[in-house]
């Protein structure tokens, strides 16, 4: 494993990325499956990583290319790909390629953007660029999946900046690993609704070594409405806000989560 400076660099966090519990158990699968069948496919999903969702949707008979920036996570994502039966393999594309600007020769009947990737832009022009190359790639009343998380105003104006916090149950990789993680908050611009956000994590190997791993990058939160004209601005109508992967209504739950379904308008 190695330390870098990119997110798209940081092959650590994909070796591990499997294992973070918080990952392995978020239970948005089932919604991005039952999405994608009910679209008939074939599906794009955006930041598809390690294939956490792409697998399990492929295994439900939908075709799916997987985009990504970073090579680190499509070779972990390979890897889990070929330990998988030839027809589900054979419906599956992997692409390493920028979200804002996807060039791609087929068009989908769905977009999926799982765990929040799309935070990851920081400006509204990478923000509108990203979703103009969606928009372009959906078929006439194509459907876009927005994950984002609510911003909690609490969290957000916390006094625990630079503190080190939320550590999580310790998990043990194949390989005999013991991780545990941590997270803390370097910097929040409030101007511009960013915070720069460090995930630590404390490896323990086999032989007792130690090490400690920082993976740093800005994420930029959107607040419902901020969200909602940015997507009609783009050429989509919202039909849904749900606030988790029960589809509960948005507004049920706080903070919840900030989910958009959202078509592609007629005409467009």
Known sequence: MSQAEGYESYEFVAELYDYVIPYRDRPDIDFFIEEAKQSGGPVLEIGCGT???????????IEITGLDLSAHMLEVCQR????EPVEVQSRVQLVSMDMRNVELPRRY?????????????????????????????LL??????????????????????????????????????RVTRRNRTVTRDYHNQINHVELIY???????RQERLVHAFPMR?????????????????????????????????YPGDLIFVAKKAAGG
């Open 51 to 61: 294939g956490r969702v792409l697998i399990p949707t492929a295994r439900a008979g």
């Open 80 to 83: 889990r790909l070929l330990a």
């Open 109 to 137: 009947r769905l977009v999926t953007l799982p765990f929040r990737p799309f935070q990851h832009l920081t400006t509204v022009e990478d923000q509108l660029s990203c979703l103009a190359s969606i928009h372009r790639h």
């Open 140 to 177: 006439p009343g194509g459907r876009l999946i927005l994950d984002l998380f609510n911003p909690y105003l609490e969290a957000l104006t916390s006094p625990n900046l630079g503190q080190e916090i939320g550590q999580e149950p310790e998990f043990t990789t194949p390989e005999g690993l």
């Open 202 to 208: 404390y490896v323990t190997y086999p032989d007792g």
């Open 221 to 253: 939160y959107l607040f419902r409405f901020e969200a909602e004209h940015l997507l009609v601005r783009s050429g989509f109508v919202v039909e849904h806000v749900f606030a988790d992967f029960n589809r509960t209504p948005y507004g049920s739950l």
